[in-house]
Nanobody
């Protein structure tokens, strides 16, 4: 049974940092591109960041570029999202997702498995 379990969310002041982690029970993990998405209340789920199978390629939404860093460990089957210089507009539920697509994708339909999400709240 495939499971993606996120952790690391919480409440932080603007300008602060959080590190999200996703533990994946996908085998083999290294055959999936991994992504992070977020969904704020009343809004659609949006792409945040993605990383290729090997970890050699990454892609970011313009809104987080330079502030967030995605990484993965194919031995531990984990993917992380380091979030720095957080802003109130980063407040959302953050989801980890796995995609079997050939290339990194930013659309939700390309992702086959999803976690339950972790709440990130950034206060002004």
């Amino acid at each position: 049974q495939v499971q993606l379990v996120e952790s690391g969310g919480g409440l932080v002041q603007a300008g602060g940092s959080l590190r999200l982690s996703c533990a994946a029970s996908i085998h083999p993990f290294s055959t999936y591109n991994m992504g992070w998405f977020r969904q704020a209340p009343g809004k659609e789920r949006e792409f945040v960041a993605a990383i290729s199978r090997s970890g050699g390629s990454t892609y970011y939404a313009d809104s987080v570029k330079g502030r967030f860093t995605i990484s993965r460990n194919n031995v531990k089957n984990t993917v992380n999202l380091q979030m720095n210089s957080l802003k109130p507009e980063d407040t959302a539920v953050y989801y980890c997702a796995a995609s079997a697509a050939v290339r990194i994708r930013t659309d939700t339909v390309a992702y086959d498995y999803w976690g339950q999400g972790t709440q990130v709240t950034v206060s002004p």
